[in-house]
């Protein structure tokens, strides 16, 4: 298996943005977001900063060259309060690709290549989400995190 993040270019917006309603939809089982009257979540509006600000980073998460999911990276801080140089804004893999390490492989790869410390966030309802994290950051930092 053939497991790439590829950084998403500003011709491939519109590509993230379908990729982002699946993963709202996914998310929504956690909270209560509706739909707008087309039928669509809209819920990542903000994408144009990821190629307006130089310190987010959009991949697309791609396995034998199919796209899988994507992974927005934000130098900076989601809560101000908690010192790092970096966060998750969001994370998703498609159901077909989860539970073969692939997360893990792209989380590794992120904090690899983005050296820091980190802030990683998600809805505390999404208990999958949580034991990824929990796991995945606690290998990578041998229980120093």
Not at 18 to 28: A, F, H, P, T, V
Not at 138 to 144: A, F, I, L, S, V
């Amino acid at each position: 298996m053939n497991i790439s993040l590829e950084p998403v270019k500003f011709t491939e917006k519109e590509i993230l943005k379908n990729l982002g309603e699946l993963y709202i939809y996914e998310l929504s089982q956690y909270s209560s977001v509706d739909v707008n009257d087309l039928g669509l979540y809209d819920d990542l509006d903000d994408l144009d900063l990821y190629w307006a600000e130089e310190n987010r980073h959009p991949f697309f998460i791609k396995v034998n060259n199919k796209l899988a999911g994507f992974v927005l990276v934000f130098d900076g801080r989601q809560i101000e309060e908690i010192e790092s140089n970096y966060s998750i804004d969001d994370f998703f893999i498609m159901y077909q690709y989860k539970k073969k390490g692939i997360g893990k492989h792209c989380a590794k790869y992120i904090f690899d290549r983005f050296k820091g410390k980190w802030q990683i966030w998600f809805h505390p309802r999404n208990e999958i989400a949580k034991n990824f994290w929990i796991n995945t950051v606690d290998e990578y930092t041998k229980g120093k995190f």
